[in-house]
């Protein structure tokens, strides 16, 4: 029997964004919708990694097997980080990143928009094998060569990360990324060589950082937005 609900946005993930009572908002670009749900309710879409005709000796839901052990890895690893404990290899938190940033639907749909004519005859699995060769390829380039973790001081009770259907913060004129990892805590991945010796470990934030980085993430968000609390304000 294989599985229906195949998340794009994991639910590992937005559960780092509920709040106390196991609550999340998200809010939809396009229209301006806010629904209320949690991390079980977001992120996925009927039968996303299933394999239509899958080959001799693979079955319909290889791809999102394959996908939910690249989660369960992140998901140890996310718990890691927010607890305070700082491994010297992420890699596995580079490619989840990769997956959730290059195998969403909204992106599948601006590709099949902007490119009619080279994805026409883009059959479903097709589709779905170039989106993960795609995702494992973004793997390889985002593996940074340090990192370090912000977080909200507890006495900032105004303070929280948004994140969103597209959730690396990325610059198009600085080296370094951001990845949020919970609703008090970001990653920022270091690929400036000059910045590689940052001490890892916990780096407390303030006010403007982390209202800058939600600010990226509410122009960067493809479809989605996600929130610990209703409203959606940087």
């Known amino acids: 029997m294989t599985s229906t ?11 780092h964004f509920e709040n106390a009572e196991g609550k999340i908002w998200r809010r939809d ?5 806010v629904v209320t749900g949690n991390s079980d309710h977001f992120g996925y879409k009927n039968h996303w ?18 996908i939910a052990d690249i989660d369960g890895h992140a998901a140890a690893m996310v718990r890691r980080l927010v607890e305070g404990q700082f491994p010297p290899d992420i890699r596995v938190i580079a490619y989840a990143a990769a997956f959730m940033k290059m195998h969403q639907p909204r992106l599948h749909r601006e590709l099949l928009e902007e490119f009619p004519e080279r994805t026409a005859h883009w059959t479903p699995d097709f589709k779905l094998i170039a989106s993960l060769k795609s995702a494992i390829d973004e793997g390889k380039k985002l593996e940074p060569l340090s990192y370090a973790v912000l977080r909200v001081d507890d006495e900032q009770k105004d303070l929280r990360f948004l994140t969103s ?7 198009s004129n600085k080296a370094n990324k951001f990845f949020p990892l919970s609703k008090r805590h970001c990653m920022m991945l270091i690929y400036d060589p000059a910045l ?13 950082t982390v209202r800058g980085i939600n600010d990226i ?18």
């Not at 670009?29 to 919708?33: F, K, L, S």
């Open 5 to 15: 609900k195949h998340h794009y946005t994991p639910r590992y993930y937005l559960k």
């Open 196 to 208: 590689a010796q940052h001490p890892t470990g916990f780096s407390n934030t303030d006010a403007a």
């Open 49 to 66: 990694n299933r394999l239509e005709n899958p080959p001799p000796g693979y079955e319909a839901d290889w791809a999102e097997k394959r």
């Open 165 to 171: 259907s597209n959730p690396l913060v990325d610059f």
């Open 217 to 234: 993430t509410l122009r960067n968000s493809w479809q989605y937005v996600y929130s610990c609390r209703a409203d959606f304000e940087p």
């Open 29 to 33: 670009v396009e229209t301006g919708a």
